[in-house]
């Protein structure tokens, strides 16, 4: 059994792309003889699990979902962890980037890490104060500097190989999407969803899912809304999520006039009512500009939910010839009348529910460790110099 120490500054209870990614590849990896063991933050009274190591630290200013993990016990734990690993592979840039390089230095261990933040455009969001042309120079300066300190460098997604190349990154990159697991999003119960949030049957429904923060462009999807209700003026948008911008982004529902049509739900638990989520809605909507994959694009797609959505940065990849999804064009007037068009002739799209889960296909979750375990094995080889099987019941030599 081949161990790998994913290390990272966040993880389960607090809901991001990075905490999804880290939990599907822990599971789908152990079909590929992989033990995953990890170091996270601690952010209450979470209940202990095997192979899971907590490290206390402190809550951050402005962003109170997130913890900074001491640096300390982060870096002795990593160490003690790297210890029993073959394999160190970081998952966040922060306090878990130096004591994820720091161990697998000091035990002569492949060290990876999985690039999953474009710095260089939500950086201006979280310090204003810096003008926006110093925020992107120190973005891309911090990204090189850390992507050219490992073995070998994953991103989801084809636009971020090519941003990472134009940072100067010099280690090895490997395009290497998250995948999901399809069946969790395939069950869901659509009318008890709608049943227990008092929304009618027959009303209109379109959903945003993800963290609720102002890189997401959710404000563009209140924009189009008011667009939508010219051709279906009880169409309602969800939104659930939580973050920095909800207040905001409720202020500017109720300055458009359309707060009776918007829903802000929060987090929902991704293993029952998520699912729920999904199957009640009748289409996906999402703007983000500035995605490095779009994982929730896929996990609308295996519920058989078609998807309208920008076509930008990790986004595109998944949305270049897909089915079951529209890509109107940057502006929420023309968005806005998609949806709507969609909404009030929905009959005319009922293949795309079909072809929305065949697109999902292509990304399951098992497909994509076993690409993973390979990027694993190559990353061995070439620290040790020596052939390594990673299946189960072989170990490393």
């Known amino acids: 059994m081949t161990r790998v120490l994913m290390v990272s500054d966040v993880y389960f209870p607090r809901v991001n792309g990075v905490s999804s990614s880290m939990e599907t590849f822990r599971r789908s990896l152990a079909d590929e003889g992989i033990e995953v063991r990890l170091v996270v933050p601690r952010y209450g009274d979470e209940t202990d699990e095997p192979g899971v190591v907590r490290v206390p630290g402190r809550r951050l ?3 109170p ?30 306090v878990a980037h130096y004591a994820g390089v720091a161990a697998a230095r000091h035990h002569g261990v492949p060290v990876l890490t999985t690039y999953h933040t474009l710095f260089e455009e939500y950086l201006q969001y979280y310090v204003p104060f810096l003008p926006a042309s110093w925020s992107r120079a120190l973005a891309r300066r911090f990204s090189r500097d ?40 395939a069950q869901g119960d659509g009318a008890a969803f709608r049943a227990s949030r008092g929304i009618d049957p027959a ?5 945003f899912v993800g963290r609720v923060a102002h890189e997401k462009n959710i ?16 169409a309602l948008l969800l939104v659930t999520g939580e973050g920095p911008a909800m207040a905001d982004l409720e202020r500017q529902a109720d300055r458009l006039g359309i707060s009776e049509s918007v829903r802000f739900l929060g987090y929902l638990d991704r293993t029952r009512e998520l699912p729920d989520c999904y199957a009640a809605a009748d289409v996906f909507v999402f703007a983000s500009r500035t995605e490095t994959q779009g994982l929730v694009l896929l996990e609308a797609m295996a519920a058989g939910l078609p998807v309208i959505a920008l076509s930008a940065m990790g986004t595109a990849d998944i949305l270049v010839n897909a089915g079951g999804a ?46 993973l375990a390979q990027c694993y094995r190559e990353s061995l080889e070439q620290r040790l110099g020596t052939s390594v099987r990673l299946r189960a019941g072989a170990p490393v030599t």
């Open 203 to 207: 009303r209109p429904l379109a959903l």
């Open 146 to 185: 850390q992507c050219n300190a490992v073995d070998t460098v994953v991103v989801p997604s084809s636009a971020m190989a090519d941003r990472l190349a134009g940072y100067g990154v010099t280690s090895p990159v490997r395009i290497l999407p998250t995948g999901i697991p399809l069946d969790r999003f």
């Open 65 to 94: 979902e997130d913890r900074l993990a001491s640096w300390r016990r982060m870096h002795r734990a990593v160490r003690e962890e790297a210890a029993r690993c073959d394999l160190v592979h970081i998952q966040t840039p922060f």
């Open 219 to 234: 404000g563009f999807l209140l924009e189009a809304l008011v667009h939508a209700h010219r051709r279906c003026p009880d």
């Open 326 to 371: 529209l890509v109107p064009p940057d502006d929420p007037a023309a968005f806005g009348d998609a949806v709507g068009t969609f909404l009030t002739q929905w009959e005319a799209w009922r293949d795309f529910a079909a072809q929305a889960r065949q697109t999902a296909l292509s990304w399951s979750d098992t497909a994509m460790a076993a690409r």
């Open 61 to 63: 200013p402005r962003d």
